[in-house]
């Protein structure tokens, strides 16, 4: 049994096939952004490690011999075969976007309104994920993500949509019973819901020193949006975003339990990395995001415009 030869080098190859096409060493330096003299050397070692000869070299020029002819010829439907392959890849990739984000904003704010995006954008399908992790965008299986914080993420590109802000909500039959928050030591026959941290810096961007009671709190909940459903059905006030939140606010679900809006200087953003700004997908996604975020900001506007923002103290 004749032993098998080994497979030639493919940048090798690569540079026979550019040659053979341009007829030039020279002409195939330029495509492959390399030398002439390199573009030889790769030819001549092709030559030797094959036994065959391809080319007859003249002095301005390099003429294919009949073997290398034979040769070209297939490694030119290779390669096109390549290309046209990695095209196929690129479009497809194109056509499908896929985000990650965390519960609440996904759930509450984003979804309802991504029948929008589909309608302008027909040839991109969306997989959304739902999770409270960062995923590290640069080895992930996701091209973006939106996030909640400062902006500052090394290697990603970042859009500020709108600022994180909370108050205390309740369902409008929950109103009386809810002024009693206004100060942290009054008793409140109602449960309160939501992050203990939130509410704390709440109380201290109102001036005051002390938070509520633990006791005050009798049900933890994963997310955001489970302690908003609660307070939707009338079992306790829960604090949360007026931006996040504003569809049960405008239709009359919720009620700002207390006029005072705090934050705590982050916001929500649309990132990804650097690589993939000019990735059509990308900027149609980045523009539409941009737009329904700056609709929201400009209904927010009476929030927005007497947010009192704290810094977290370093236990929070």
């Not at 290697?155 to 002024?179: N, W």
Request: charged letters at 25%.
């Amino acid at each position: 049994m004749v032993p098998e030869r080994p497979l030639p080098s493919l940048i090798a190859i690569r540079a026979f096939e550019a040659a053979a096409r341009h007829g030039s060493f020279a002409k195939a330096a330029q495509e492959l952004d390399t030398t002439a003299a390199a573009v030889s050397y790769h030819v001549r070692r092709l030559e030797q490690q094959t036994g065959v000869r391809l080319f007859v070299r003249h002095a301005q020029h390099v003429s294919l011999t009949e073997p290398g002819l034979l040769a070209a010829r297939e490694a030119t439907i290779a390669f096109d075969t390549l290309r046209a392959s990695f095209l196929r890849a690129a479009e497809a990739d194109e056509a499908r976007l896929s985000l990650t984000t965390l519960p609440s904003l996904g759930t509450s704010w984003l979804t309802p309104k991504l029948g929008r995006f589909r309608s302008r954008h027909v040839e991109i399908s969306l997989e959304l994920d739902l999770s409270p992790l960062a995923e590290d965008l640069t080895a992930s299986r996701y091209d973006a993500a939106i996030r909640n914080g400062h902006g500052c993420w090394p290697g990603l590109r970042t859009h500020e949509l709108f600022p994180s802000i909370f108050m205390p909500l309740c369902s409008p039959a929950l109103k009386r019973e809810a002024a009693a928050i206004a100060d942290p030591g009054e008793p409140v026959d109602v449960p309160l819901l939501g992050r203990y941290d939130w509410w704390a810096l709440w109380y201290r961007a109102r001036g005051f020193s002390e938070a509520p009671p633990p006791g005050r709190f009798r049900t933890t909940l994963s997310s955001e949006y489970l302690d908003i459903a609660l307070a939707v059905a009338g079992q306790g006030i829960a604090i949360g975003s007026p931006i996040l939140f504003r569809n049960e606010i405008d239709a009359g679900r919720l009620v700002p339990a207390h006029d005072f809006v705090a934050g705590d200087g982050r916001a929500f953003w649309f990132t990804y990395p650097v690589a993939r700004e000019q990735t059509r997908k990308i900027v149609a996604f980045r523009e539409w995001v941009g737009e329904e975020a700056a609709r929201d900001r400009e209904a927010a506007r009476a929030y927005l415009g007497k947010v009192v923002i704290v810094k977290p103290t370093p236990y929070y």
